[in-house]
């Protein structure tokens, strides 16, 4: 079975200041991790995702996670937080052979100026 | 959003009504999704669709169905059996959806269905 842990539904960083938002998984086999990006009443964007090769990923508007199997995590950060970076952030996982996707709960991330 | 369209936007509906919520896009992909997501459970698969004609059951697909008639269409209709079906619906689609797919899916925007 696959599963997602976002351990945080809130975080808060001020402007200019690093962020890190949680993720831990759980699959029977190897995974593929990914992140997204929800606004108020939107879909969901897609931001990067591991598969295999180089730990750290890098993606879309300055984000990047790094895929650490030891501790089963996937965490995403970003060196400098910008105001429109407040937003809902949701971790998912696929284990090698599932079907389809398994969606963390969403941390909502919200950047003071 | 880029590529898929779901409307209506907003939707309300009567107690034992069906309803049916649009999905299409213009991307070519193969595989398709529905998602219910509900304040702070994240994402719950209802039905996804491999391929033309084919689709499955997600997590909670009792008091939904879907029809994939054409690639570029996934229609969800939520019944009248779907007991508490106030939510946002989000369709979704991938490249290729199979066992070792590790394609991203990209989303619509969402249609806020609200029973009366």
């Known amino acids: 079975a696959q599963s997602v842990a976002q351990p945080e539904d809130q975080v808060n960083v001020a402007e200019g200041n690093p962020l890190t938002v949680k993720c831990t998984y759980s699959v029977s086999g190897n995974p593929y991790l990914f992140w997204y990006v929800q606004y108020p009443n939107r879909g969901l964007q897609f931001l990067l995702k591991y598969i295999t090769g180089d730990n750290l990923v890098k993606g879309s508007y300055g984000f990047e996670a790094e895929f650490n199997k030891s501790q089963t995590s996937f965490h995403l950060k970003k060196p400098s937080a910008l105001v429109s970076d407040s937003a809902l952030y949701f971790c998912?996982?696929?284990?090698?052979?599932?079907?389809?996707?398994?969606f963390g709960t969403g941390t909502r991330l919200t950047v003071i100026p | 959003d880029g590529g898929i369209t779901q409307s209506p936007k907003y939707l309300f509906r009567k107690e034992g009504q069906n309803v049916t919520l649009s999905c299409e896009q213009n991307l070519n992909h193969d595989a398709m999704y529905w998602y219910r997501q509900d304040p702070g459970q994240g994402l719950r698969l209802i039905y996804y669709s491999q391929i033309v004609n084919d689709f499955q059951k997600g997590d909670i697909a009792e008091g939904y169905s879907v029809s994939r008639e054409k690639k570029e269409s996934f229609p969800l209709t939520v019944t009248s059996a779907q007991k508490n079906p106030t939510a946002f619906y989000l369709c979704?689609?991938?490249?290729?959806?199979?066992?070792?797919?590790?394609?991203?899916?990209?989303f619509g925007p969402g249609t806020r269905l609200t029973v009366l």
């Open positions: 998912a996982v696929r284990d090698m052979g599932a079907n389809n996707l398994f």
């Open positions: 979704a689609s991938s490249i290729e959806g199979g066992h070792s797919s590790y394609n991203e899916q990209f």
